[in-house]
């Protein structure tokens, strides 16, 4: 961030884009709140939030008892409302008819003057004492045979009620804590400023983003008082408009999802109410925020099972919009067409394969370590390749990447370097008469001992020159360009808050494609682990994962949320990564989701990473009872003959027995359209046990 409270526009070789001349106004969004569109932005500001676990939508969240009260069988109500309705008639017509004597009329004859004697006063203070003694009855039996909690279960008020839980209270207008106020702003001696943003607020020409981000550019400015001025400069000058992105942007075009800003949430869909999930969890909204996503996301689930529309896309426009409020940085890697958002919600995209495309990929990931670039690359071609060392490949690719680059000043283009790893002699013998002119010996000894590994048994030279030929196609023409004459972006922009989509082209070149996608994993492991300032939450998120993950992949996401960041990786299947990567990855990543219609193979994966628990067991045996006497067998026969069935007791036996939380076949067949098993972790170690969840439907 600048002094003036704005972010660097300037263009580079990261892809940041210019300013433009004119910010376009912000469009109206499919879901508030946005001025345009909602008014009461005051109200949502004031809206309490809390959370009593990772994954709830704290938006005006009313948390519930950890355990389900217990309810008393309806029949089980009527019989005792009915035992003590007779009970309570009973004893009244005993102090009536004076069968009890009559004690209960004393306090009648003590407290009555004698002046009312066979007068009406008398009759009135009669018939007084009479109704509060039938009231003390009422109450007393109707207390006993719970006569309030039946009329509820029969009116329905329990459940209206229980339907619409009370609100917790909002905040005041003009408390302290009043986020519309700004009162930290004030506090800091910048009443006017103060004064600016909450007219804004009022006058509805703030939206949530504005508020967002004005808020980040505050904080940052209370971690570095020497940006006061040019904070307090800017809101004066532009009011919700101050400290906007780079992009000009202010909004997306259009929402899919709903967001929360302030608690930086997306609603992703409504735990199920049912048995199967916690008490205090049934019925509550269930949310994604970056301390949950920090911990890395997978996702399984069939072709149509909702990955796309109810997940990935959410979650990349709720971090879109975090990046709009200097919060986060995030890219979004999917198959052509994939609906991931317009592209005028992001900041770059890139089209690798299509001629058209403004911006390229930068296959080396912007470093200028050839030891680096080669780890990088060696991982991305040969990194699924079984038996084969990515130790060595990326050695034998040094040893070419690091004389191209000593004597060129830049790396080798897909076709230079496909030439190098085929040893073609001509630009072989080029690369060494530079190397001996320019004196670098050193370089001429890598160059060499890539000579005489060439061609040796277990050489890793030829499988990646067939790797590289996969770029190496006339549809790749004029991409991944290290002359400088294309606008290539790398994911060194992280320290940034931009917003990427990388379109690949898997229909037509799936190989190349899944190539890609493993470079850009790997390339956004080494970014985050090398960015100096992690205050922004970087998120990667693909569509599709299939045939993306290596071992060390899988390592570096286990090592991405101590350097602020995390992956989303979605599959069809877990057949999709290699068996002895699959309880890796599994153990790597924080949150689990499996959709509808997994399989049980998957489904048994899922069953014992999440484990067991212990439930309380009820076995009932059912036992005929056989009468000795005449006239209880007479009794037995006829309920037989009404009933149809034997007349048995009941042996209820209660044990505590550990059973899986969520078992292959419940995975496979339980779970409904539409819906999905997910357990979260957040950051800091809390953990929700797997919960059903209705997803919410964005199309």
Same mark, same amino acid.
């Not at 508030?32 to 932005?41: H, I, Q, V």
């Not at 009527?78 to 004393?106: E, K, R």
């Not at 994604?288 to 109810?310: C, E, F, H, Q, Y």
């Not at 060499?448 to 890793?460: E, F, L, V």
């Given at each position: 961030?600048?002094?003036?409270?704005?972010?660097?526009?300037?263009?580079?070789?990261?892809?940041?884009?210019?300013?433009?001349?004119?910010?376009?106004?912000?469009?109206?969004?499919?879901?508030?709140?946005?001025?345009?569109?909602?008014?009461?932005?005051?109200?949502?500001?004031?809206?309490?939030?809390?959370?009593?676990?990772?994954?709830?939508?704290?938006?005006?969240?009313?948390?519930?008892?950890?355990?389900?009260?217990?309810?008393?069988?309806?029949?089980?109500?009527?019989?005792?409302?009915?035992?003590?309705?007779?009970?309570?008639?009973?004893?009244?017509?005993?102090?009536?008819?004076?069968?009890?004597?009559?004690?209960?009329?004393?306090?009648?004859?003590?407290?009555?003057?004698?002046?009312?004697?066979?007068?009406?006063?008398?009759?009135?203070?009669?018939?007084?004492?009479?109704?509060?003694?039938?009231?003390?009855?009422?109450?007393?039996?109707?207390?006993?045979?719970?006569?309030?909690?039946?009329?509820?279960?029969?009116?329905?008020?329990?459940?209206?009620?229980?339907?619409?839980?009370?609100?917790?209270?909002?905040?005041?207008?003009?408390?302290?804590?009043? *986020? !519309?106020?700004? =009162?930290?702003?004030?506090? %800091?001696?910048? #009443?006017?400023? /103060?004064?600016?943003?909450? +007219?804004?607020? &009022?006058?509805?020409?703030?939206?949530?983003?504005?508020?967002?981000?004005?808020?980040?550019?505050?904080?940052?400015?209370?971690?570095?008082?020497?940006?006061?001025?040019?904070?307090?400069?800017?809101?004066?000058?532009?009011?919700?408009?101050?400290?906007?992105?780079?992009?000009?942007?202010?909004?997306?075009?259009?929402?899919?999802?709903?967001?929360?800003?302030?608690?930086?949430?997306?609603?992703?869909?409504?735990?199920?109410?049912?048995?199967?999930?916690?008490?205090?969890?049934?019925?509550?909204?269930?949310?994604?925020?970056?301390?949950?996503?920090?911990?890395?996301?997978?996702?399984?689930?069939?072709?149509?099972?909702?990955?796309?529309?109810?997940?990935?896309? *959410? !979650?990349?426009? =709720?971090?879109?919009?975090? %990046?709009?409020? #200097?919060?986060? /940085?995030?890219?979004?890697? +999917?198959?052509? &067409?994939?609906?991931?958002?317009?592209?005028?919600?992001?900041?770059?995209?890139?089209?690798?394969?299509?001629?058209?495309?403004?911006?390229?990929?930068?296959?080396?990931?912007?470093?200028?370590?050839?030891?680096?670039?080669?780890?990088?690359?060696?991982?991305?071609?040969?990194?699924?390749?079984?038996?084969?060392?990515?130790?060595?490949?990326?050695?034998?690719?040094?040893?070419?990447?690091?004389?191209?680059?000593?004597?060129?000043?830049?790396?080798?283009?897909?076709?230079?370097?496909?030439?190098?790893?085929?040893?073609?002699?001509?630009?072989?013998?080029?690369?060494?008469?530079?190397?001996?002119?320019?004196?670098?010996?050193?370089?001429?000894?890598?160059?060499?001992?890539?000579?005489?590994?060439?061609?040796?048994?277990?050489?890793? #030279?030829?499988?990646?020159?067939?790797?590289?030929?996969?770029?190496?196609?006339?549809?790749?023409?004029?991409?991944?360009?290290?002359?400088?004459?294309?606008?290539?972006?790398?994911?060194?922009?992280?320290?940034?808050?931009?917003?990427?989509?990388?379109?690949?082209?898997?229909?037509?070149?799936?190989?190349?494609?899944?190539?890609?996608?493993?470079?850009?994993?790997?390339?956004?492991?080494?970014?985050?682990?090398?960015?100096?300032?992690?205050?922004?939450?970087?998120?990667?998120?693909?569509?599709?994962?299939?045939?993306?993950?290596?071992?060390?992949?899988?390592?570096?996401?286990?090592?991405?949320?101590?350097?602020?960041?995390?992956?989303?990786?979605?599959?069809?299947?877990?057949?999709?990564?290699?068996?002895?990567?699959?309880?890796?990855?599994?153990?790597?990543?924080?949150?689990?989701?499996?959709?509808?219609?997994?399989?049980?193979?998957?489904?048994?994966?899922?069953?014992?990473?999440?484990?067991?628990?212990?439930?309380?067991?009820?076995?009932?045996?059912?036992?005929?009872?056989?009468?000795?006497?005449?006239?209880?067998?007479?009794?037995?026969?006829?309920?037989?003959?009404?009933?149809?069935?034997?007349?048995?007791?009941?042996?209820?036996?209660?044990?505590?027995?550990?059973?899986?939380?969520?078992?292959?076949?419940?995975?496979?067949?339980?779970?409904?359209?539409?819906?999905?098993?997910?357990?979260?972790?957040?950051?800091?170690?809390?953990?929700?046990?797997?919960?059903?969840?209705?997803?919410?439907?964005?199309?």
């Amino acid at each position: 961030m600048d002094t003036d409270g704005t972010h660097d526009a300037r263009t580079t070789h990261t892809g940041r884009l210019p300013r433009p001349a004119t910010p376009p106004a912000p469009p109206k969004p499919r879901h508030a709140p946005s001025p345009a569109a909602d008014p009461t932005l005051t109200t949502w500001l004031r809206t309490p939030r809390s959370s009593d676990g990772p994954g709830v939508w704290a938006y005006g969240h009313v948390p519930r008892a950890a355990e389900e009260p217990e309810v008393t069988p309806t029949r089980q109500l009527v019989s005792g409302a009915l035992i003590a309705l007779l009970a309570g008639l009973l004893l009244w017509s005993l102090l009536w008819n004076g069968y009890l004597g009559g004690f209960w009329l004393w306090p009648l004859y003590m407290f009555t003057p004698d002046s009312w004697a066979g007068g009406n006063a008398s009759v009135v203070a009669s018939y007084v004492w009479y109704a509060l003694v039938a009231g003390a009855l009422l109450f007393g039996f109707g207390r006993l045979g719970r006569w309030p909690e039946l009329g509820r279960r029969v009116f329905g008020s329990r459940a209206a009620r229980a339907a619409r839980p009370a609100l917790p209270p909002r905040i005041e207008a003009g408390a302290d804590d009043d *986020p !519309v106020r700004w =009162s930290g702003v004030r506090e %800091a001696g910048l #009443g006017d400023v /103060a004064d600016r943003l909450e +007219g804004e607020v &009022g006058a509805g020409r703030m939206n949530d983003v504005d508020y967002a981000r004005i808020r980040r550019a505050w904080d940052s400015v209370r971690v570095d008082p020497s940006r006061l001025r040019a904070f307090a400069d800017a809101v004066r000058d532009k009011g919700a408009g101050a400290c906007v992105h780079p992009s000009g942007a202010r909004d997306l075009p259009v929402r899919a999802a709903r967001h929360d800003l302030l608690a930086r949430q997306v609603l992703l869909g409504t735990v199920e109410d049912g048995v199967r999930n916690p008490y205090a969890r049934r019925g509550t909204a269930l949310a994604l925020d970056p301390d949950v996503l920090g911990t890395s996301v997978l996702a399984v689930g069939p072709s149509g099972s909702g990955k796309t529309g109810r997940l990935v896309r *959410p !979650v990349v426009e =709720s971090l879109a919009l975090q %990046a709009l409020a #200097g919060q986060a /940085a995030v890219v979004a890697v +999917g198959a052509t &067409g994939a609906q991931l958002g317009p592209d005028a919600a992001y900041d770059v995209v890139v089209r690798v394969g299509d001629p058209a495309s403004v911006y390229d990929l930068d296959l080396y990931g912007g470093t200028g370590d050839p030891d680096e670039a080669a780890t990088l690359l060696a991982e991305a071609f040969v990194g699924d390749v079984p038996g084969l060392e990515v130790r060595r490949a990326a050695t034998a690719l040094a040893q070419l990447l690091g004389p191209f680059r000593a004597l060129h000043g830049r790396f080798p283009a897909v076709p230079e370097l496909r030439e190098l790893l085929d040893q073609v002699p001509e630009s072989v013998d080029v690369l060494r008469r530079g190397l001996e002119e320019t004196g670098r010996t050193s370089m001429l000894r890598e160059l060499d001992a890539r000579r005489r590994q060439h061609g040796a048994p277990g050489d890793p #030279g030829p499988v990646l020159a067939d790797r590289v030929a996969l770029l190496d196609r006339p549809a790749f023409a004029g991409f991944f360009d290290t002359t400088g004459a294309g606008r290539p972006f790398s994911l060194r922009a992280l320290e940034h808050p931009i917003r990427v989509r990388v379109d690949l082209p898997e229909r037509a070149h799936a190989d190349a494609s899944r190539m890609l996608a493993r470079l850009l994993l790997a390339q956004f492991n080494a970014a985050v682990a090398a960015r100096t300032d992690r205050s922004l939450f970087a998120f990667l998120a693909f569509d599709d994962a299939s045939h993306t993950l290596t071992p060390e992949t899988v390592r570096g996401v286990q090592r991405l949320r101590s350097a602020h960041a995390g992956v989303l990786l979605t599959l069809r299947t877990l057949d999709d990564v290699p068996e002895g990567l699959r309880t890796p990855l599994l153990g790597a990543v924080g949150c689990r989701m499996a959709f509808s219609g997994v399989t049980t193979w998957d489904g048994k994966c899922f069953a014992e990473a999440w484990g067991t628990e212990w439930v309380e067991a009820r076995d009932v045996t059912h036992r005929t009872v056989f009468a000795d006497q005449p006239l209880t067998r007479a009794l037995h026969a006829f309920r037989k003959l009404v009933t149809g069935k034997a007349v048995t007791t009941d042996a209820v036996t209660v044990r505590q027995v550990e059973r899986e939380r969520w078992s292959a076949s419940d995975l496979a067949h339980a779970v409904p359209p539409g819906h999905a098993v997910l357990s979260l972790t957040s950051v800091r170690g809390e953990r929700a046990a797997p919960l059903l969840v209705r997803l919410a439907d964005t199309t």
